[in-house]
């Protein structure tokens, strides 16, 4: 690896999702200012909107959008606005 482009500043830091409360601990530099106790130790949190425990592509609830339907109502409703 090439010398001086990784970060020196690793430490344990706990990720939070906030859609579904999961907690899981991993080194990362990011930098944080809260704390969070996970099992009796203090880490730094990252508060993160979304990860594998709440994403549909690894829950398996994926939602089918019908983008073509949603064109034509916006076509629908605006028509009159185009001339």
């Known amino acids: 690896m090439k010398k001086g482009i990784h970060p020196e500043t690793y ?3 706990a990720f939070k999702d906030m ?3 999961t907690v899981f601990v991993t080194r990362s530099c990011a930098p944080t200012k809260e ?3 996970v ?3 203090e880490y730094p ?3 993160i909107e979304i990860s594998n425990t ?3 592509f690894y829950t ?3 939602k089918l959008v019908d983008t073509a339907g949603r064109v034509d109502k916006f ?3 605006y028509k009159n606005r185009a001339k």
């Open 60 to 62: 398996g609830k994926i």
């Open 11 to 13: 430490r344990l830091v």
């Open 54 to 56: 709440s994403h549909p």
């Open 39 to 41: 099992d009796g130790v």
């Open 35 to 37: 704390t969070l106790e």
């Open 45 to 47: 949190v990252v508060k």
């Open 19 to 21: 859609s579904n409360d």
């Open 75 to 77: 076509y629908q409703r």
